[in-house]
């Protein structure tokens, strides 16, 4: 089969301001529910956060931006989670507390210790992705005590640490079970997605069809698996349909590379004689099938519909559809390409020096935020220590290409917050119009964060920069200078924070290409040694997610400094590595790969 022709929506393109768009506005399947409940959920905790009059509302409202998950059995997991966390950080708060009270020297060495734990924690272990928010809730609580009044110390302690994390948690908890979907049905609509998606490359009507299928297509299974495993957890579905809907994830995936492969392979066709040979039967099969997941259940006995007999990758499509919710014959071989799973540290947590380095950076930008805002006396920028561990990223080109996304996002978010302090909040008269401007904003914080990886980060700082502008007290808030304050400290953390990690120890995502193709290529071996197509499904949704992560990681190398690209001598031919793999895997599906064994070798030998 030819390769696919080029498109602008392809993963490895630049980000220019029309994929930019193009990826803000992708509407992508639940995106906008999804966003819809973020929203709702932060503007709950801003009216708990009132009633209960909970200082600095910034902070809650943020945790719940950053941990609010798609399905309602997450959601509880993570407020669980976080309000168990509570009692921990109470004991950990009171006891740092009186150990730094009136000892300045103390506070500094105990912020230090716990910005190193909390760093090394996010870089080693599986706490990563609240590891930095804990580290948060508990030096900024630190720091906010440290400038109370002394007889307020205990009190103050206890219900900062309490009610940043148990406001956040119960309400992920009590409205994340009212509000979200079943982590099921979060599965049977994302395979509807697809299914509907590969009918419409099929029938080749919709242009913007196939940039839309290579975003969906490198997400692979991944969100798919974790909503099955949400679904096992909730233990309201048997488990025999949970496991033809694991198969039918795959196969879903598997699907719609075939498609894209096709719509590539038509691409040049006249759209005349396109569609006098399209597979109606076929299109017709998938999008019943779609109309089934839609409405929460899964089909069965599904016949190989006719298709075209030049049109391979439709061929293998019916295929498929034949096995698409038909779990393999052989038990556990369907989770082979799975990852092995580890204890809590990562396996090279104690042996490799990364981690050390990362938290010691972390830890660097913190203590300098700190003792600059504390020697120039300007409480108000204390914003830049909790941005310290907000932007912390592993790699120098993961720091510069976010760089864009956290300046953006905070002038957006900065801005909003300061055009509704002068022009929104003097014409509101009550807590339900402050609510809808909190709702509206985090809806749109909420949008961008939902969307593309390569976008998602610039959500989450317009929350941020406009809950620390407008969320001060109790209500609407009419003091600019507090805006101001937090908007140069969020600037000042992001300074701070880029300095040291490009300063000290860079780290090239280059050094992390190798590993990344090395893996996509085992993936291809065990694709190419399946016997049967629900493992080669199974094989190809792992790649497709195998291949995104290194496509990131290699744009991640591009954005580095051009006297570090001088130095990735191979870049360009792992860029075309990537590209080759994703094609080899849907080639070998529908049997129309040119000598894969030798491809997949060449794959491994730039690999090694």
Known sequence: MAPPVPDPGMADAPLTPPRLWRLVRDPTPGRLGHALRMAAGCTTTVLVGEIWQVPDLAVPALVTLALWQKDRVTNAVAGVAVNLLIVILLVLIYGLVALTLDHPVALVLVITLLSF???????????????????????????????????????????????????????????????????????????????????????????????????????????????????????????????????????AVAVLALAESEAAHQHDTPPQARHQALPQALIDTLEEMAAIFADGDYPTAIAAPATPPDRPACAAIAALLAVFTTPDPIPGRQDAPAKRKGGFFAPDAFTNPVHVRFAVKGTAAVMTSYLLFRMIDWPGIHTCIITCFIVALPTMGEMIAKLTLRISGALIGGAIGIAAIIFVQPHLQDITGFLVLVFAVSLLAAWVKTGDERIAYAGLQIGLAFYLTDLKGYGPTSDMATARDRIVGIMLGNAITYAMFTSFWPTSAYDGIAQRLRAVAALLRRQRAATTRQEQATCVAALQSAVSQGERQVEYALAEPIHIRAEMDRITAFQAGFADAGRLGADMLDGTAADPGARIAALEALAS
């Open 117 to 251: 734990g909390f760093f090394f924690l996010g870089s080693a272990s599986k706490l990563k992705p609240v590891a930095y928010m804990l580290g948060l809730i508990v030096v900024y609580g630190l720091v906010a005590i440290d400038q109370a009044p002394i007889g307020e110390i205990v009190t103050r302690a206890l219900l900062y640490t309490d009610l940043f994390l148990a406001v956040p948690g119960a309400v992920m908890l009590v409205l994340g079970l009212l509000i979200c979907p079943s982590p099921r049905r979060v599965l049977t609509d994302d395979i509807a997605a697809r299914l509907r998606l590969s009918a419409a490359l099929l029938r080749g009507t919709d242009a913007g069809a196939r940039a839309h299928a290579t975003g969906l297509l490198r997400e692979g299974s991944a969100g798919m698996t974790k909503a099955l495993r949400m679904a096992t957890l909730e233990r309201l579905w048997r488990p025999a349909d949970l496991t033809c809907l694991r198969q039918a994830a795959d196969c």
